[in-house]
């Protein structure tokens, strides 16, 4: 099987290759777009801001491959909030996979002096309702984030931080999940392995 993870002006790339070769899983780390389109799965991982990473793939057509694939891509972190319809982050229009829009967290005078932007560590995903979540009926799961992206027709399990949100997302060959998997043990290693295993 030939796995490739997108290689863009984005962080994590490294985290999820280790990842994977944990599992056994080797992987490819390339923004070729021929080596992309005959992947037979693609990882879109990512740190950093939207309207950079948007305006580096439209640059190098990654935008175009990306959404034109037909095997199984999984975007992770700012790879599933690429895969919406718009960012608020710097006023961002993304790749419209999915037709939620992401919104930035923000606090008013009713939530908890503990509770801060980003949301940073361990949080628990449930309402979980796809193959990609095979023997993982809720758990917890590793986030840093200060944008979410919005519950809609396309959430397939979401998370409580100052509202509930989709903490993941698919519609037909595209998955998404907000948290980091790479960095979720046991949880995220066996979310990892049902992306693989999906036909």
Known sequence: ??????????????????????????????????????????IFPGVGEAST??????ERKLDQVITALKQ?????????????????????????????????????????AGVKIPQIGWNKIYNVQSPLFEGVDQGYCYFVHSYYASLGEHTI??????????????????????????KSAETGARILENFINLV
């Open 53 to 58: 990473a948007m305006q580096y793939l439209r």
């Open 72 to 112: 199984p891509v999984l975007g992770v972190c700012l790879g599933m909030q690429l895969m919406c319809a718009h960012s608020e982050e710097n006023d961002t229009n993304c790749l419209n996979i999915f037709d939620e829009p992401v919104r930035r967290f923000h606090l008013n005078k009713t939530h908890s």
């Open 157 to 182: 399990a979401t998370t409580d931080y100052i509202q509930p949100y989709s903490s993941a997302l698919h519609k037909d060959n595209f998955y998404g999940v907000q948290f980091h998997p790479e």
């Open 1 to 42: 099987m030939k796995l490739a993870i997108v290689k863009y002006n984005a962080g994590n790339i490294q985290s999820v290759l280790f990842a994977l070769e944990r599992l056994n899983i080797r992987a490819i780390v390339t923004d070729d777009t021929n080596e992309i389109s005959t992947a037979d799965k693609v």
